[in-house]
């Protein structure tokens, strides 16, 4: 399994393709490394969406099932909206992450 690279590496990989400024030009390992680390950050939103949607199931059941005729308020659409970007984001950037494999 691959490994994610942290830190300085992380930083000096990025930095070699900066200079360009163009992911056309970087280098498989570099887009690799960027990938992962904007997947970790993707991630790290979905769970934070999931928690604000769990706590809003359990102050309003009904809206977020849509049941009762209760309607759901803007930000718990808002959510699920946010939600559903990220996981076809995730979904992308796994996809792609899988195109640089260097394994």
Known sequence: ???IIKGRRLAQLLQQESV????QV??????????????????G???????????ASATQPDALNGWSGAQPGAALAKSWTSLNYLLNARD????????????
């Not at 970087?26 to 991630?43: C, D, F, K, N, P």
């Not at 939103?45 to 706590?55: P, S």
Request: glycine share 2%; no cysteine; net charge positive.
């Open 26 to 43: 970087m280098s498989a390992r570099s887009m690799q490394a960027y990938l992962r680390y904007r997947l970790v950050i993707v991630e």
């Open 1 to 3: 399994m691959a490994t």
């Open 45 to 55: 939103e979905i769970r934070q969406i999931v928690r604000q949607l769990g706590k």
């Open 92 to 103: 992308s950037l796994r996809m792609t992450i899988e195109k640089y494999d260097l394994s």
């Open 20 to 23: 360009r400024r163009s992911d």
